[in-house]
C-alpha cells in the first residue's frame, strides 16, 4: 500500500511571503493544480505548515499552539468527527507548547521538553474510517524515548532523533524500516513501541521515505535501511536491508532527504547527488529507470538546499533560483506547465527565494518581499 502524502515546512518571519504550486486540496471536494507559484495569504499565521493526508493542514503558530483544517484525517492528533472538513483553523486540543511536528497516516509532535506526542488512534492500530474503537482519538505521549530533537514521518512509520545522537523507530516494519534487524510478518501490522536503531550513533539528520529510511552523521556519511526495489538506499544493490548500511559513494554531505522512491543529498561543496527511481526524472537525468548508487546532477550550479517531493527534486541555488525536476502531473515543478522534466527546470516568476520544501505532489517557497 502506498500513501500518497508529505510534507511542507514554512518558517513564518517578517518581510517574506510564501508561495506554492502543484496539487493544492482543501476541504471535501475542493482542488486545485497550479502549475506556477501562486502566493498563499493562509499560511501567514504561522512558523510552521504541512500537508498531509486526504488534504489534512496542520499550523504551527509561534506560541507552540498548533491548529489544523482541510479534511481531517483518522490520523488527527485531536477530536475529531468522521470525515470532517474544516474551512477555518483549529486549535489542537490537549497537547503541550509544540516546537516542531510531522504529518503523514498520523500526525506526531514534538514538545518544548523532548516529549513526543501522537493520536491514541495509532496505538490502536487504526487506519480507516468506520471502525468502532477509533471513534474516540486523543493526544498520547510516545512511551520510552529519550529526550527527542527531532522527527521525521511522511509515510506509515516514524523516525525520532535522540539529543544522544541516536536514532529510533517505530511504526510499519515491511521492509526493514525501523533498521532493528526485524521485518513484520503481516503487512501494515505496526510495531508500536519505539526501538533503537542497529549500529548508528552520532546522527543529526533523518528522513523517511515509502518503507525505507535515512539519516545522516555528523561526519558527513550517509545510512540507509529498508525496502530498495528501486535502488532507493544507495548501497549498490536492489535488496532490502533490515538494518543500516554506509551508502559508500557519498562524502561531505549537509543534508538529505528522501521522496517515495528516491533521495536527494547535499553536499558541502555545493553538488547535488540523487539516487533510486527515475520513472518521472525524478533524478534529474535521461537515459536511466533506476539506479542503486548516487549520481551528481548536472547544470545547476551551486546549490544551498534540496527537498524530495514524492516523485520530483527540488534545489535551491546560491542566487535564489529554484530548480525542479521529476513527475510534474499536477504542476509540481511550477515551471507552467503539466509535463514531466527528465533534466533540471527553473520555477516559473520566483526569485530571491531562501526556502525550498517539498510537499506529496507540490513545493512551497519562502522569499523575500519586493
Known amino acids: 500500500m502506498i500513501f500518497l502524502f508529505f510534507f511542507g515546512l514554512i518558517l513564518n518571519l517578517n518581510n517574506f511571503e510564501y508561495y ?5 486540496i482543501f476541504g471535501e471536494h475542493k482542488s486545485y493544480a497550479y502549475v506556477a507559484p501562486v502566493k498563499q495569504e493562509i499560511f501567514s499565521d504561522f512558523i510552521d505548515v504541512e500537508w498531509g493526508r486526504d488534504g489534512h493542514w496542520v499550523g504551527l503558530k509561534a506560541d507552540g499552539t498548533l491548529w489544523e483544517w482541510g479534511n481531517i484525517s483518522i490520523g488527527t492528533l485531536g477530536k475529531y468527527s468522521i470525515k470532517e472538513s474544516l474551512n477555518k483553523p483549529r486549535k489542537i486540543e490537549g497537547i503541550p507548547k509544540i516546537i516542531s511536528f510531522c504529518i ?5 509532535a514534538l514538545d518544548e521538553n523532548g516529549k513526543v506526542w501522537i493520536g491514541s488512534n495509532y496505538l490502536k492500530k487504526c487506519f480507516s474510517f468506520g471502525v468502532e474503537r477509533c471513534l474516540d482519538n486523543y493526544p498520547e505521549k510516545i512511551k520510552n524515548l529519550p529526550k527527542i530533537k527531532k522527527l521525521a514521518h511522511k509515510f506509515s512509520h516514524f523516525l ?3 539529543e544522544d545522537g541516536f536514532v529510533y523507530a517505530w511504526g510499519t516494519n515491511d521492509s526493514g524500516e525501523l533498521g532493528n534487524g526485524k521485518h513484520s510478518i503481516l503487512p501494515m501490522d505496526p510495531q508500536l513501541e519505539p526501538s533503537k536503531v542497529l549500529n548508528l550513533s552520532n546522527v543529526i539528520e533523518i528522513s523517511t521515505g515509502h518503507h525505507f529510511s535515512i539519516a545522516l552523521r555528523k561526519d558527513g556519511k550517509v545510512f540507509s535501511w529498508g525496502s530498495n526495489n528501486r535502488g532507493q538506499l544507495g548501497n549498490g544493490t536492489y535488496n532490502d536491508r533490515g538494518e543500516p ?7 561531505n554531505i549537509i543534508s538529505i532527504s528522501a521522496g517515495s522512491e528516491h533521495c536527494i543529498a547535499l553536499s558541502k561543496d555545493g553538488k547535488v547527488y540523487v539516487w533510486g527511481s527515475n520513472r518521472f526524472g525524478q533524478l534529474g537525468c535521461k ?10 546532477v548536472k547544470g545547476i550550479g551551486k546549490i544551498i538546499s534540496v527537498s ?3 516523485s520530483s527534486s527540488y534545489a535551491l541555488d546560491k542566487k535564489g533560483f529554484i530548480w ?13 506547465s503539466k509535463m514531466n522534466a527528465f533534466s533540471p527546470v527553473n520555477v516559473a516568476n520566483l526569485k530571491n527565494v531562501i526556502q525550498i520544501k ?6 512551497i517557497a519562502k522569499v523575500k518581499s519586493k
Not at 533506476?290 to 549520481?295: V, W
Request: no cysteine; charged share 20%; proline share 2%.
Open 20 to 24: 506554492y504550486w502543484g496539487l493544492y
Open 160 to 162: 525520532a532523533l535522540g
Open 245 to 251: 548500511k554506509m551508502i559508500e559513494d557519498l562524502h
Open 324 to 336: 525542479a525536476f521529476g513527475k510534474n502531473e499536477y504542476g509540481e515543478l511550477g515551471n507552467g
Open 308 to 310: 524530495a517531493g514524492f
Open 104 to 108: 503523514g497516516l498520523f500526525i506526531i
Open 287 to 296: 537515459g536511466i529507470d533506476k539506479t542503486n548508487k548516487p549520481i551528481e
Open 358 to 363: 517539498a510537499l506529496s505532489q507540490g513545493a
